[in-house]
Structures are given as C-alpha cells and as structure tokens.
C-alpha cells in the first residue's frame, strides 16, 4: 500500500502532458502509472496538471534578523501557496550567513519552520575565505558585486577570483550579484539632487549591470567555476552570457519576474514600491527579456523574493528599500504565459524545476519519476482569477502586482509526499 495517490489528473511526465494517477511511499515517488493503486491517502486530481514541484532558487527569507520583513513561516507558506516546493535563501540576513556558525543556526531556524525544502546559499565576503572553506551542505556561494540590502559585498576582482576558486573547489555554483559599484557611486553621485523614483533607475542603468558581469565573466574564466548570473535585467546581459557559454565557460543565468512583466512605467505608478537591484528597465528592453525566458537563451526564472514593509517603502527615493516580494507569484505569472500561448508547458518545467534542480544540485528533484523526491505543483491553467494584497501570505503584506487579472492557478503544492497548500 502507498502512502498517497495522486488520482484523476493529468501531469507532466517525460516530457509530455498524460493521464497519470502518481502513488508516493516515504516522501519518494514510487510509482507512475495510468491504473489505479491503493493508497492509505488520495487527493483528486480531475481537471488538474500536476507538474514536478517547482524550485526558486532566489528568495530572502530575512530570518535571522529582520523577522519585522518575513520569517522562515511566514515566508514557506508564501512559497508553498505559489506553488513553490524548494527555495533557496540568500545570505544577506542580520547577520549576513558568512560563517559555518551561522550557516548552521540558519539551518536549524529554517529546519523547524519551513514548510517547504531549501538550499542555503554562503556569503561570500573580503574576509571569510576560511569559512567558504569550511562550508558543508550549502547550495552555493553569493557574492554581491554592488550595494544592496544589508552589507555584503566583494568589491575588487582579486576577492572576487579568490571565491570563485572557492566555489570551483567545492564544485557549488557562485551565484553573482553584478552590478558594479564603482559605476553605481559615479551615477548616484550625479542625480543626487533628483528625487524622483525613476531618478533611482538612472542611477543604475545597464551599463553597471554589464561591467558587473563583464568583470564576474573575467574572474570565472581564470576561476573556470560554475557561475551563476543573478537576475540579469538587459538583452545585453543575456547576449554576453550566451558567448560565454559558446567560449566554453560554465555560465547560467535568471531572470526574474519583476524584469519580465514591468518596467519603467510600473515606476511612474508604483513609485518606489518597485523600487530594486537591478531596477526595472524600458518595455523593449523587458520584451526581449521574456523572448529570452522563453527560447531557453535565459536559463531559469526565479522570484528574487525580497519583502520589505510599506513602510519601509514609503520613504524617498534614495532611502527607499530595494526589492518586491515575488515568491507567491512566480509561477501564477509563469502559468499565465502558458496559458495565453507564449511559453510551451515543456519549457516552464525547464526553466522552473528541471534546470534549477541541475544548477543547484538537487539530484532527485525537478522531475515526476520513479525514485524522484514527492514535491509537486498542482495547477489549474484554465482559471483565472486576481492578485490581491489581501490575499498573499509574504509578512510584508503587499505585492507589485495587485490587481493583476491572471490566467492559471496553483491548487495544491505538495512537499515531500505531503500537502502544504490547498486553495
Ligand atoms: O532589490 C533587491 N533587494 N536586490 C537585491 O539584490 C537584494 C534584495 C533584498 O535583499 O532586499
Ligand atoms: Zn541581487
Ligand atoms: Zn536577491
């Protein structure tokens, strides 16, 4: 007898959408088939698609530190009603996750409230190589190029080199924040006198993006590590990263919602509510970034989920705090792509759990087979419905897409054999 039955549904298996009843024993999937089994549980799956469970490998849980922005709780059900079964949380809580010590004591944080799986990605600083060394169980190394919440950050290419080596050695990926910050003082420095949200967007235009990237690109050459690029925001980004690839390096790359289904004018609405690193760009630029999300060119999606409250937000333009919350609606924005004919189904399986899995290390995920972990994403890509502030389970309270009319809607995620949301 198996512990649970997903019946009735149709999933996503070896690359095609078929009818699947899915049975799980000890949190693994244990069999696949198109019969009936018995199962101690069942949930009806009719008129449902079950995906493999979706992964986003970017998100600030803000636990431990900034409890007032987000906890491991409040911040896993928010995943888990986004249909999220795996995050991976970023280093730059108070303190920043820099030392084995600390990196233990978030483990042991999020082990008792997550409701969902996580990686945990190391701060990489100036100072901590020894540490980096040290690490065990991490999903792999951040490092911040260029100013953003908290005050991490690696600022000369030696340092920069040294952690990439670091990453190589420990064959984990070194996940980049690019933006340069040299580049962003000398802009900053120009428009301080304006105090216009979108004065913020020009204090970081592409170019810092790109020579953060050209200058990351350089290092993991000689490094020759897996790089990862963060949230890239400009076709530009995207087109040097596909020569990297092509010149032989191991180079992936993300993109986040908020740079796919906003820009400039978001900023003339939402103000600095949209506020964030790297800033929302011009329509064409985002245009193309969606092209790019969607032909596989920009390797996977994931949220950047960086809560802040209101109050946090409603201040002026350069004490403003950077980032939206985005773990909740990921995938619904994702689904809705899908569901108007832009992305194929193939391809969001691909771009949010296939691949993540593979970048990150997670060996039994991203896929619904036998001896696979049990996380899954059950969607409706027919319904549609709102996005709603009221209705988001982020501590913060808020999203930059309220109002939003959507089309496709998780309806139940599932982590390891066992249901943690249900609409
Ligand atoms: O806007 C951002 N907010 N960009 C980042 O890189 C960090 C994030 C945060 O932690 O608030
Ligand atoms: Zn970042
Ligand atoms: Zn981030």
Redesign the pocket.
């Known amino acids: 007898m198996f512990d649970l039955g997903l019946v009735n549904g149709k999933a996503f298996v070896c690359g095609k959408v078929a009818d699947a009843n899915i049975y799980v024993s000890k949190g693994k999937i244990a069999k696949v088939s198109g019969a009936r089994e018995k199962a101690e549980k069942t949930i009806d799956c009719s008129g449902l698609l079950i995906l493999p469970g979706a992964i986003d490998s970017h998100v ?1 849980f803000r636990e431990p530190g900034m409890e007032k922005k987000e906890d491991w709780r409040t911040g896993s059900r928010a995943a888990a009603a986004g249909g999220i079964c795996t995050v991976i949380d ?1 280093p ?1 809580t108070k303190p920043p996750t820099t030392t084995v010590k600390l990196l233990e004591e978030k483990r042991k944080i999020a082990e008792k409230k997550s409701i969902v799986n996580f990686g945990l990605n190391f701060g990489a600083s100036s100072e901590n190589a020894a540490e980096m060394r040290k690490a065990k169980g991490i999903a792999g190394f951040k490092v ?1 190029m260029g100013t ?3 005050d991490l950050k690696i600022e000369g290419d030696t340092d920069i080199l040294q952690a990439f080596r670091i990453a190589k050695a420990k064959g984990v990926p070194a996940a980049v ?1 690019a933006e340069d910050e040299g580049l962003i003082r000398h802009y900053a420095a120009l428009l301080k006198g304006r105090g216009d949200p979108l004065a913020y967007c020009d204090s970081r235009p592409v170019s810092v993006a790109i020579k953060g990237l050209e200058r990351a690109i350089a290092q993991a050459s000689i490094a020759k590590n897996h790089l990862h690029v ?2 890239v925001s400009s076709i530009e980004e995207v087109r040097l990263i596909a020569e990297a690839k092509k010149a032989g390096l191991k180079v992936t790359c993300e993109a986040c919602p908020h740079h796919l289904f906003m820009g400039r004018k978001d900023v003339e609405k939402l103000g600095n509510f949209v ?4 800033p929302l760009r011009g329509d064409r630029e985002r245009h193309e970034l969606l092209r790019a999300l969607e032909t596989g060119l920009i390797d996977i999606a994931a949220s ?1 989920h ?3 409250l209101r109050e946090e937000k409603m201040k002026g333009v350069w004490e403003a ?4 919350p985005g773990v909740e609606t990921m995938l619904p924005l994702l689904l809705n792509e899908v569901a108007r004919g832009n992305m194929s189904l193939a391809r969001l399986v691909e771009a949010v759990c296939e691949k993540p899995a593979a970048i990150f290390g997670f060996r039994k995920k991203g896929k619904i087979a036998k001896g696979f972990d049990a996380d899954f994403t059950v969607v409706d890509l027919g319904k549609e419905w709102v996005i709603r502030d009221e209705e988001m389970h982020s501590k913060c309270g808020w999203t930059p897409y309220h109002g939003w009319k959507i089309r496709g809607k998780v309806e139940k995620t599932i982590v390891k054999g066992k249901l943690v949301f249900s609409s």
């Open positions: 600030h970023m730059n911040y953003t919440t908290g924040h963060c949230h506020k964030m690193n790297p950047d960086a809560p802040h705090a950077s980032g939206v």
